[in-house]
């Protein structure tokens, strides 16, 4: 992460989801993975990569002394990277640029449906400060380079609609050009990517507040994966402490996809008003690091990444949590690009109010008022025009009984 001179002050937001949500939306593939994600794994990943501990990429033990591009750490880590991703069962591939000088370290995990469609879950491994002085780098970044890792490790044995990159960008500290070399090249290729979600230092919390941030913007669905984020904060129990930066800061890799109008946020520590003293330093070492903090933040970047490839698992499906009348909501296709089915199964002898609501529980478009068909108790609506993003349908009878949907994905 690379400060500029001046910065725009943006609009900060402090944001508290409402739970709105039962436990039974949650998916079970994506709960099973954030209990599988292992804070003592990302630990030891900060400690190779921040030289706290050797490695050994094939010639016997090193120290990474420096990740900064100039240093030998750098092609090293690079290396590590690679192993590590090898490991699971991915085949690395390296994405050169800067004439020659620059490696992008990519892992791929193809969807199943939509495999054209690409999330991608990134940081950058290079580092500061240069010259002959260490630069460790364990909060900026290596606390997002290792949280990358870990994402790949627990995504290995998970299947997605879309497909999931795992991205460590090189050259960030020198102006962003590993992730403007990559977007760019998606860009002119007319890739088509749902979102890309950035960890940038996110192992620092030295006034113990538990503050983070979100940097978000109004580009193509930026304000979606946002709204994402804290949708999966409430509803797998993590408790982050999350402020809305918007619009976002452009000091990181995020504002590589913004560039080119794709949808990114910022996952970071609570740089604007606790910043991490050992930023840039030669003393940015895991002892500074927030242990709990960091696996909350992580934890959040895993599960909105995971919801935005869209896991192919049963609680991902059709069908609500029943009300206590029997009644349940089932809805088709999901995701949707824009006709949609809502069928309610059970007890349909009343008036019942349908509605798409957001989020926040505001209601963003009503889908029917009166009494169901008779025989098949089924409505059929258009959610095209609808912004991009994660809802629920909400149907409320004459009785009072409300019915909530799992999350539908509006394209």
Not at 60 to 76: F, M
Not at 193 to 216: C, F, K, P, Q
Not at 234 to 251: C, Q
């Given at each position: ?5 001046m910065?725009?002050?943006?609009l900060?937001?402090a ?8 436990a039974a939306?949650?998916n079970?593939?994506?709960?099973d993975m954030l209990?599988?994600?292992?804070i003592?794994?990302?630990?030891r990943?900060v400690?190779?990569l921040?030289?706290e501990?050797?490695v ?7 120290t ?10 750098n092609?090293i880590?690079?290396?590590?990277l690679?192993?590590k991703?090898?490991s699971w069962?991915?085949m690395p ?7 020659g000088?620059g ?5 791929v ?7 054209d469609?690409?999330?991608?879950i990134?940081s ?6 240069g010259?002959p002085?260490?630069a460790p ?7 997002g380079t290792a ?8 995504f290995?044995?998970m299947?997605f609609?879309?497909?999931v990159?795992?991205?460590f960008?090189?050259?960030e ?5 590993g992730?403007?070399?990559?977007a760019?090249?998606?860009?002119a290729?007319?890739?088509?990517i749902?979102?890309?979600?950035n960890?940038d230092?996110?192992a620092y919390?030295?006034?113990g507040?538990?503050?983070m941030r979100i940097h978000?913007?109004a ?6 994966i946002?709204d994402?984020a804290?949708?999966?904060n409430?509803?797998?129990?993590l408790?982050a402490?999350?402020a809305i930066?918007t ?7 995020h504002?590589s996809f913004?560039?080119?109008?794709y ?5 970071i520590e ?7 003293p050992?930023?840039h330093?030669?003393n940015?070492?895991v002892?500074f690091m927030?242990?709990p ?5 992580a ?5 909105t990444?995971a919801?935005?490839?869209i896991?192919?698992?049963p ?13 349940a ?7 949707t ?5 809502v ?8 008036d019942?109010r349908?509605?798409?609501i ?6 963003v478009?009503s889908?029917?008022q009166?009494?169901?068909p008779?025989?098949?108790p089924?409505?059929?609506a ?7 993003g994660?809802?629920?349908v ?8 409300v019915v909530t ?7």
């Amino acid at each position: 992460m690379t400060l500029p001179m001046m910065q725009l002050r943006p609009l900060v937001l402090a944001v508290a989801l409402p739970a709105l949500l039962p436990a039974a939306a949650q998916n079970s593939s994506v709960a099973d993975m954030l209990a599988a994600a292992s804070i003592d794994s990302m630990m030891r990943y900060v400690e190779e990569l921040s030289g706290e501990v050797p490695v050994d990429v094939g010639n016997g033990p090193v120290t990474i002394v420096s990740r900064h591009k100039n240093a030998a750490g750098n092609p090293i880590a690079a290396d590590y990277l690679q192993q590590k991703l090898g490991s699971w069962g991915y085949m690395p591939t390296v994405q050169v640029f800067s004439g020659g000088t620059g490696e992008n370290i990519l892992a791929v995990k193809p969807g199943l449906v939509h495999p054209d469609r690409k999330v991608i879950i990134c940081s950058h491994y290079d580092a500061m400060p240069g010259g002959p002085v260490a630069a460790p780098a364990a909060d900026d970044d290596g606390s997002g380079t290792a949280a990358t890792l870990e994402a790949a490790r627990v995504f290995a044995d998970m299947a997605f609609d879309h497909t999931v990159v795992f991205a460590f960008w090189d050259e960030e500290e020198l102006g962003k050009l590993g992730s403007i070399f990559y977007a760019g090249v998606a860009a002119a290729n007319d890739d088509t990517i749902a979102g890309a979600v950035n960890m940038d230092a996110i192992a620092y919390d030295g006034n113990g507040d538990g503050l983070m941030r979100i940097h978000t913007r109004a580009v193509a669905n930026s304000l979606a994966i946002k709204d994402t984020a804290l949708l999966v904060n409430g509803l797998y129990g993590l408790g982050a402490n999350i402020a809305i930066n918007t619009p976002g800061a452009l000091y990181s890799d995020h504002a590589s996809f913004w560039a080119e109008d794709y949808g990114a946020i910022l996952v970071i520590e609570d740089f604007d008003n606790d910043p991490n003293p050992q930023y840039h330093t030669p003393n940015d070492r895991v002892q500074f690091m927030d242990v709990p903090y960091f696996e909350q933040l992580a934890k959040l970047s895993f599960a909105t990444t995971a919801h935005l490839a869209i896991p192919l698992d049963p609680g991902t499906g059709v069908a609500g949590e029943r009300a206590s009348s029997g009644a349940a909501l089932r809805i088709w296709p999901m995701p949707t690009d824009g006709p949609v089915s809502v069928q309610v199964d059970g007890t349909f002898d009343r008036d019942w109010r349908i509605e798409l609501i957001d989020l926040t529980g505001r209601v963003v478009r009503s889908l029917h008022q009166g009494a169901l068909p008779a025989g098949r108790p089924l409505v059929q609506a258009d959610l095209r025009g609808t912004p991009a993003g994660h809802y629920l349908v909400r149907a409320t009878n004459t009785k009072g009984e409300v019915v909530t949907s799992p999350l539908v994905l509006v394209r």
